[in-house]
């Protein structure tokens, strides 16, 4: 068995999601279905992870009674959940969904606050964890009381290690993580075009954004856009993985899918070519699976389907040291 990938989940949540037909703000609604899933994005990481039948340890910061149910559900599954308890309660995000008028509104808590004995807790743990795993992924917001640059910081403790990690963060944390030279950043357009101050409006221009993140410091920046795919862009191509057009439903995960994804490439060394497909088609497979049994395409029918387009673009002037994952 292949040296287990590590997720590190910093602001959970347990995920609320209400199915209501027709759903009006202000008015009394009626909820057709209610289900509640441990969140997070590094939770959702790992739980994809544990699809691909790859082997991840869950760890990070739990609270409460919230918490509990949380660490319950990933070890049902047989996912390792290791995390840090702190003080408070873990926040639920609650999802409401209206199949009739296509719309998701989205109400998250803030959630706990964390101190910095939990941060020295979650290093020492990170420090025992490190020394037997393949890779690590650091993914989703920073509750309060964790300083933006803390990813930067866990960045640094895993290169310590010789391991290499992937970054799924915004703002400060992303901005800050890029200065400890991650081996691979994942944004969202939006979240791209706020590091830059730029729009991003066609393929091309995400590559032109994905060579300046990378003279930032990640050797490889995938810049996911929605119904569009990704634009991927590396030391040596840029290239734009296109998903075939398919109805699909919530799209909550679909990020962290193809992150999950990324991560197994990186650890049975896929190339970026290979690897940025599959992540597509991973996010489209889950939000497809949610419009009903007409859309149970398989995953390597959909990778199938992904069109891949090489985009001409200048070299970037500086060029983050390309890093092997060791194991």
Known sequence: MPAPIITVTLNPALDKTVVVENFEPAKTNRARLVCYEPGGKGINVAKFLHKLNYPVIATGFLAGHNGILIKEALQERGILADFIEVEGETRINLK????????????????FIVRKEDLTALEQKLDALLSRCRLLVLSGSLPGGVPGDFYATLIRQGQKYGIAVILDAEGKALEYGLAARPLLVKPNKYEAETLLGEHISTPEDAARAGIKIRQAGAAMVVISLGALGAVAVDGHQALWAQPPLLAVGSTVGAGDAMVAVLARAVCIETGLAEAVPLAVAAGTWLAARRTGPQNSISLETLARQVQVIHIKTRPARWAAPEMRVSG
């Open 96 to 111: 409401v969904i209206d199949p009739v008028k296509n719309t998701e509104t989205e109400i998250n808590e803030n959630g």
